[in-house]
């Protein structure tokens, strides 16, 4: 276990695993050795930390593959996971579920937390969490970016293109159409 | 009012048209936001239903009725009221009326107007204080570059910049966003031209990388001038060869300074003898060929390349290829095996600074370890050998033996989709790297108790592969080995640090640093999980359960 203090000074006792996939952290361990000293996160409130480390309800190991399996059952997939696992071990191996009630939970947060999260994963340095939720397509997984109506409302942004920069985005669609 | 069962290109067929006087919101049975339409229309359909049912689908009657309905209503009422009025009085009503009409439209666009001016005065407020404004230019490019994937990335780049003018601008001027693989088909015309010059110049001025494609097609000399523009920061480049490659494209290509050039990819079709020098690629270190019929000796300055890969080209071009390069440090080699078991090659090829060697095997029916025959590797650190498109290959465990001879240092060691891998062909390749370390077995024979008990360490007994630390194991198929036996060999490469400085002699193997055992078919029961419950479950993976 690893123990970690939030800027709000709260504290955290972390599976090393979960927290190692962080790059962060996982240098920060590296350097220090075993070592019971708790692990200063000045950037990351309690708040955004318990976000990206909770783990959700159910599913309690992981198999090889990356994928949650019941203790009861040999083949439950579920993505069901917290976002600091996202990095599996072996990142070329592709994920095979779709998006789960936990990541469409983790995805509703109210503006402001979604914005903490983003900056916390940037200084923790978990790229997956950077990215995958935010502009990937939460539904399929392999499908790249999401459309851009989608990432307008999800993050509140508005279709401020003049009239010669919708005609632009238009010859580029049709562009990579016809390539 | 409720249009909820109306397509709505019904709607926009028949309503539309007729958009004036009173104005009412429905809601069609599609994802539409809310259409405003004239409440003439309701008049429209009234008095023409005959005409309107005829173009309607059967799914939007009961509407049609419903309107008519009150309609109906309407003319009942007016009827009962103006029973006693004569039809100059009907008709100044009428006057009254269509002016009350005027009126409230009136004060409905008013207020329509004003609404649409809050609303998009919440839109702009909330795009202001939206947190995603406040993120550092730098950090929203990172986003970007980690959210576009190498398969959908013309795809995602253009996703992202079509979000907002901010967005936009930021995309385009991130270069790296648009440096990823282009495919340029080299017969395509006219707006493809003015797509491809936009894309390549928002890579500037980092490298692009691009693979070109021709066709049965001619070739576009505009399209091919316009990868030429930026011939000097192509950072890769994928060139097929075929029977339809003009001469004077290769020739163009030929005397081209590729300055920035660390990739190139040539893909020969059959029966076909590229005569090609590339001579100005003073980055090149990463070279891949496929089906060169002979040994292109004037190819490219050999001494350069680090990084090689050969596929489906004759053993003696693949070795004639490799005595070139004496600077190779990964090599990727396909081989088609050998149709006899090799005899002992007194000068085998020396790759001196060989440290990665990845074999993928397509023989069929034929011997694949002739190949290590030929070969010495006196630094080479990893080897990966994968059976995949093998079919009936032979493995002689001799000549394989006497290659690990002549590559000692082998640390890293790979076997996948084999066969016909035995127990004691596994031992013998492990007894003979003295220096590995990580060892993966994916989805091949061998792995079974014999070779489990080979590996599990006894205090006393000199043991195998003593710096093995990881181990992957992926099988096919149901746990076909003893879970006790398994459990036993795990547990006695482990010890926790405190077991260990209470030990009076240190042991003479490694300890675990991580091992994954993947059945794909079946799971460690409980007798397994009782052995290595004291091991740490990001040091040990597996999956658990009962049938």
Redesign the interface.
Known sequence: MVLLVTSDNEQFQTEKDIVERSVLIKNMLEDVGESDQPIPLPNVSSSVLKKVTQPSTGPTEIDVRGRYLSTASTTVESPSRPPILEQSQDETRKRTTDISEWDQKFITVDQEMLFEIILAANYLDIKSLLCRRWLQDGSQHDQGARPPEEIRKLFNIVNDFTPEEEAQIKKENEWAEDR | MNLSSVNAAFIQHVLEPNTRGLAFSGKCSEREPNRTFAASCLKTISLHLPQVQLCLPLIAMPTIAVIGASVRAALLEQTERTRRCSKAEIERIIEESEREIISLQSQIDALVELRDSYRARV??L??I????H??PVE?LA???D????G??????A????????D??RVAHSTPRLWTRPL?V?LW?TG??I???K?WLARSEPMAARVSLVSGFEDINREILEEVLRVVRRLGSLDLPITRTTPSWLVAQLEQSEFDGLEELHLRVATWIDPALAFTTVPRLRKLRLINFPRVPQTLVPWAQITDLTLSENPHDVTFGILAMCPNLVVASITTCGFRYHSQIQPNPLVLGQLHTLTLHSMAKSSYVTPFFSHLSTPLLQSLRVNFRDSKRSYWSQTDFTAFQLRAPNIAQLEFANSDDFTPGSLEATIRSAPSLTHLTIALCTGFDDSFIRALRYRDGVPPIAPCLQNLVV?KGHYVDVAEDVLAAMIASRWWT?AEFASLEVPPAVTRWTYV???FRL??LGSCFMGIVKHIP??VL???????
């Open positions: 839109y702009a909330k795009h204080v939206s947190p995603i406040s993120l950090l990172k986003i970007f980690l959210a576009i994937k398969e959908t990335h013309i795809q995602d253009h996703r992202i910049s079509h979000v907002c003018s967005w936009r495919q088909k395509k707006r493809v003015d797509g491809l936009a992926h640090d994954e055992l993947d079946g799971t479950s990001h993976r597996y999956a658990k359960g009962h049938f």
